[in-house]
């Protein structure tokens, strides 16, 4: 399993004092930009050095408990299924040990020329299998 | 049915070229701000003038056409379902004749004293009875 | 001059239950982004049909008075000086009649296969002109 | 002097490939609440503790290199000067050795119940000259 640590900024924030729904993907978008790099890939990589791009087709959240400014939030990434052109992630945020959040990134991969679904490319699918959620 | 007209901005782009795919949500979250005044009520109401807050527990959004910085977005706006104390919206995004997305998000009644869940208000919920979906 | 009527979101907000103080500036960009398109031309068209690129090298704001979710702000934008090869605009943010900000931002343009500085065109610099500020 | 080691993230970029320049104060701003934690002080205490607010009041930023997603950046923070109730930070970025930003934002103490300016409180003035920049 893969841990990202962040903090909750006052710019994520709104008036109602907590997080600002929106930015709770934010967030898990950078656990995956995280993710991405210790599977030795980026996005920078991706944008500049393939010929695919992999663009979010789905995402959802459920909201546990509200976040506040300051707060240390873990961002726990898995797996969720892998198909032959796209593949899911999974989020769990933890606050300590209060879960906060979820959620579900679904990615395809598409021809940088084309916009076509291509092949997800092998390397990643062998990437992808080491971090298979078993419960999920 | 409610229609909210936006467009996309710079700043909801991302290096990709195409928007970030946590400001869609963010542009729906703008139409539900005019859907709300649009029934009367308003965040700003809602956060000072009400004893209650409607947090979002759960977002989802499916991403069906990329959208580009200067796109005219219409969001069309419909009520799910109504609960005891939480209500859905569902969104619908198009750029003319083009979908090119949907979005749900669910919101809940809260005390703004105890952050307990509390029946949401009869008038709101006559309110949204006006805009529920047949379809969905 | 040249007004663009907007309006303060839930996200452009914070947990101090006004504007965050980044989020004016991308609100005076949206303003750029309609005055551009007034003027011909669009963000759009720079990026995909041009061979330069205009980046702000500098950008400054003061605020004046509090903004809060569902605020109606008018910002007009004027011209402040034209160079050789960059030009400034000036924001002005209204609450109704209540000054609630101000900004500026430089903008020069670069070769977007070199990088490097090259002379504004010809025609934004005469269209720019006829929004001269006369009192910065 | 004070440093907030952070990393150009997706949702910082826009279509042109780079950073959005107003991100670039949303930057800034996480540098700023990393060096207020380290005087012992917080948003979140300041927000629910005391009884001040620091709103800023003027905000300006140079653009010296584009930064990309995936960049490291070190965001180094020193105090320009403390007034009776204001103080300035100015804040120095950098990518490796390369200067890629400046920034400065110019902070005042209000009262929370009335909006009207006070003194900076004495603890936090003692704290910020031991960060005053001899330089600028």
Do not use: C, W
């Not at 640590?5 to 656990?31: C, E, P, S, Y």
């Not at 969720?80 to 796209?86: L, P, V």
Request: no cysteine; net charge positive; glycine share 6%.
């Amino acid at each position: 399993m893969f841990t990202y640590k962040t903090k909750v900024r006052m710019h994520d924030t709104d008036a109602a004092g907590i997080i600002f729904f929106a930015n709770q993907f934010r967030l898990t978008h950078d656990a995956y930009e995280e993710f991405l790099e210790m599977l030795g890939s980026s996005i920078q990589k991706i944008l500049r050095k393939t010929n695919y791009f992999q663009p979010i087709v789905h995402a959802e959240a459920d909201y546990k408990a509200p976040m506040f400014v300051g707060d240390k939030i873990d961002i726990s990434v898995t797996v969720g299924s892998i198909g032959k052109t796209s593949f899911s992630l999974l989020y769990t945020l933890n606050r300590g040990k209060t879960l906060v959040g979820t959620a579900k990134t679904v990615h395809v991969t598409v021809s940088q020329k084309t916009g076509k679904k291509i092949p997800l490319p092998t390397s990643l699918r062998r990437a992808l299998e080491k971090f298979k959620s078993s419960s999920r």
